[in-house]
C-alpha cells in the first residue's frame, strides 16, 4: 500500500458525461501528479500540482482538467467524455524534496470506462 | 527527444531462472533521472528504483539488481532466482527533462513466472 488514495475505483459512464476522479496523497506529499494508461497510448503524464498550484503539463485534453485544494487532494475533471477516454487514471504523489527527478508513489488508479 | 525503448514484450521463465530486463532510452541532457517501476496483476503501480545520470554504480536489493551504462544509454533490471509473485509487467522510466519530474514510460516488459 502506498499510501495514496484514488477514488473511485471504477467509473462507468456514458459519451458526453462529465466525470470527477478523486485523490489524496501520502501524508506530507506536497507534489501530485496524474498519468492516463490505456492500450494505445501506454502510460501517459498529463499533469502536476505542486502545493496548490500547477507545475507541469503533459498532453492533457482541454477536455480534461485538474486541482488542488488546500489540504493537498487532487482532483482530475474529465468532460465531454468519448470512448478513446477509458483508461485507468492514475494519481501519485511525491515529497518533492528534489527539484526535479523525485520519486513517485502511485495510488491504485481509478478504471474509467465509457460506454 | 526523449525515449524509452523496452524491446521485450513478453518474457516467460520457470521459477528460479535469472530474467534480465533491457531499457535503452534517448535523452539530450546531461542531467537526467531513471525509474523502474512494477505493475502486478492487481493494477497499482509500484516504485522500485531511482537512479541519477551522475551515478552509474550498480544497485544490488535482495534479488534485483540493476546495471546502469551510460556508454550504451542502458539501465537493464534482473531479477534473480525468479519467484511466481514477480510475475507483472515492467516499466522502465525517464524524466523528460533536467529540471521536472514528468516522466517518459517505456511500452513495459510483461514477465510470466511459471512454478
Known amino acids: 500500500d502506498s499510501g495514496v488514495t484514488q477514488t473511485p475505483k471504477h467509473l462507468i459512464t456514458a459519451t458526453g458525461q462529465r466525470v470527477t476522479l478523486r485523490c489524496s496523497p501520502r501524508?506530507?506529499?506536497?507534489?501530485v501528479y496524474w498519468y492516463q494508461q490505456s492500450l494505445d497510448q501506454g502510460l501517459q503524464f498529463l499533469i502536476q500540482y505542486y502545493n496548490g498550484e500547477e507545475r507541469a503539463k503533459g498532453n492533457i485534453l482541454e477536455r480534461f482538467s485538474a486541482q488542488q485544494f488546500p489540504d493537498l487532494h487532487s482532483e482530475l475533471n474529465l468532460s465531454s467524455l468519448e470512448l478513446g477516454d477509458s483508461a485507468l487514471y492514475f494519481c501519485?504523489?511525491?515529497?518533492?524534496?528534489?527539484?526535479?527527478?523525485?520519486?513517485?508513489?502511485f495510488g491504485p488508479g481509478t478504471r474509467l470506462t465509457v460506454l | 527527444a526523449q525515449k524509452v525503448t523496452q524491446a521485450q514484450t513478453e518474457i516467460s521463465v520457470v521459477e528460479k531462472e535469472d530474467v534480465t530486463l533491457d531499457c535503452v532510452y534517448e535523452t539530450r541532457d546531461t542531467t537526467y533521472y531513471l525509474f523502474w517501476y512494477k505493475q502486478p496483476p492487481s493494477g497499482e503501480l509500484v516504485f522500485l528504483i531511482r537512479?541519477?545520470?551522475?551515478?552509474?554504480q550498480n544497485e544490488i536489493s535482495g534479488r534485483y539488481s540493476w546495471n546502469f551504462q551510460k556508454s550504451t544509454s542502458s539501465f537493464n533490471f534482473t531479477i534473480t532466482a525468479s519467484q511466481v509473485v514477480d510475475s507483472a509487467v515492467y516499466f522502465c522510466a525517464l524524466t523528460e527533462s533536467y529540471n521536472t519530474d514528468k516522466l517518459i514510460f517505456g511500452t513495459g516488459t510483461r514477465l510470466q513466472v511459471f512454478p
Open positions: 537512479r541519477n545520470s551522475f551515478d552509474e
Open positions: 501524508s506530507g506529499d506536497l507534489s
Open positions: 501519485a504523489s511525491s515529497p518533492s524534496q528534489r527539484l526535479a527527478g523525485n520519486e513517485q508513489f
